[in-house]
């Protein structure tokens, strides 16, 4: 007779449920909210756990930039916050750390550099406002643009302006980041600057920078930029244009970054800086003599520049003195950089000169676009010229520096 064979018990699947609780938590803690929120109508068990408190506080510092302080003030749990905040946040939650980021860091910068500035700041705005300016103009808002405005509703109508600020002799600009309602009174219908919402508004030169809410007029989508109307062109729509951000979040979070990082100088007035450690002794005193520039454009042409003391002054450096000033430059081409020196001697010791170095700083344009209208105007007005056998050489190396005008990369440190 032949033996029977038990076959062999069959190992259980591997049951969450038969899990201990610490590394079920551990699992927990690796899901995204979405996830965590999902495990609560699995089982009794995964709901209780879900729940624990722990978990939510990451969520909370993540997409909301909570602290314990700020929780202890609502004395909730982390998971009714995040819920709370949601509730009324949720479509921004991809963009509302970065930006909050971003106008804390700023309003820190100006509460060190310029405190009054942010007394110009106004409160947010309600979805409501939002709402019924997207019905007033007929177009909608981007979501990264709608979230900066619920953190903070642009500026009062001031100088200095929060967008840049800048005082030479002869060329003043202070850009103010316009309120919603503002902005909406300024959105544009006209031929060139059709569907363009206003961000910016200087009170000195009246132009703004704008948001393109449609693709029109060959420009892309919540692209935002300067408007260079051409005031010859018969086409009013012939506008080239300084692209200065792809989208609101990028414009504005590039902006911050350069200002409290030091490499956009444009909240103060004043540019140039030099000063003196007020621990330094006495006898290190000295008085500027000279100041040597080498400029070097985008081609690599080089241009010195050396003469006596700065824009006509040769001021004495003292411990604790602060000399500041204006001055400024031209480049033939879109970019380029300057490096140089100061020549001082000390007033101690007046046969001793010593020179103090100034790093290379770049300055650099934003990118350049020449619009549709003025190519397709170009293109007709040349292949008339051709007809007529021109001889205006002249005018014919002008229109084409204007089509030749090359698009570098980067951002403009805001010559503003």
Excluded at 262 to 289: H, N, T, V, W
Aim: negative net charge; aromatic residues 12%.
């Amino acid at each position: 007779m032949a033996a029977s064979v038990e076959p062999e018990p069959q190992p259980q699947p591997l049951s969450l449920e038969l899990l201990p609780t610490d590394p079920l938590l551990l699992i927990l803690s690796f899901l995204d909210y979405r996830d965590l929120l999902s495990c609560c109508y699995v089982s009794r068990r995964l709901n209780q756990l879900s729940s624990h408190d722990p978990l939510w506080k990451r969520h909370c510092r993540k997409y909301w930039l909570l602290s314990d302080a700020e929780k202890t003030r609502r004395n909730q749990s982390w998971k009714a916050i995040f819920i709370s905040i949601y509730s009324d946040l949720g479509r921004y939650i991809q963009y509302y750390a970065t930006l909050k980021k971003a106008w804390d860091d700023l309003e820190r910068y100006l509460g060190q550099r310029c405190p009054r500035m942010i007394g110009s700041l106004k409160d947010s705005v309600q979805e409501e406002d939002l709402d019924a300016v997207e019905a007033q103009i007929g177009c909608k808002l981007p979501d990264d643009y709608r979230c900066s405005f619920r953190i903070h509703n642009g500026q009062k109508l001031v100088v200095p302006g929060l967008m840049g600020s800048m005082a030479l002799s002869n060329h003043y600009r202070s850009e103010d980041l316009l309120d919603i309602d503002t902005a909406a009174g300024g959105f544009q219908q006209r031929l060139g600057l059709k569907q363009c919402l206003p961000l910016t508004f200087c009170i000195h030169t009246g132009l703004s920078q704008y948001m393109a809410l449609e693709c029109v007029e060959g420009r892309n989508k919540y692209e935002i930029f300067y408007q260079c109307p051409d005031q010859m062109a018969r086409n009013p729509s012939a506008i080239d244009m300084f692209i200065t951000g792809t989208s609101y979040l990028e414009w504005f979070t590039s902006y911050v970054n350069n200002v409290v990082t030091g490499g956009y100088p444009i909240i103060r007035d004043q540019i140039f800086r030099i000063e003196m450690s007020k621990d330094a002794l006495p006898e290190k005193a000295c008085q500027l003599d000279s100041r040597y520039w080498r400029i070097t454009n985008a081609k690599g042409d080089v241009e010195e520049v050396q003469g006596p003391g700065v824009v006509g002054e040769f001021p004495i450096i003292s411990p604790g003195r602060v000399y500041e000033y204006t001055s400024c430059t031209t480049f033939s081409t879109t970019s380029g950089y300057m490096e140089g020196y100061y020549t001082f001697h000390c007033l101690y010791y007046k046969d001793k000169f010593f020179n103090v170095i100034i790093p290379r700083f770049h300055m650099v344009c934003p990118t350049f676009k020449v619009s549709t209208a003025r190519m397709e105007t170009n293109h007709n007005e040349y292949a008339m010229d051709e007809d007529e056998d021109s001889t205006d050489t002249d005018e014919y190396e002008d229109r084409r520096r204007v089509l030749d005008i090359p698009a570098p990369s980067g951002r403009c440190p805001r010559h503003t």
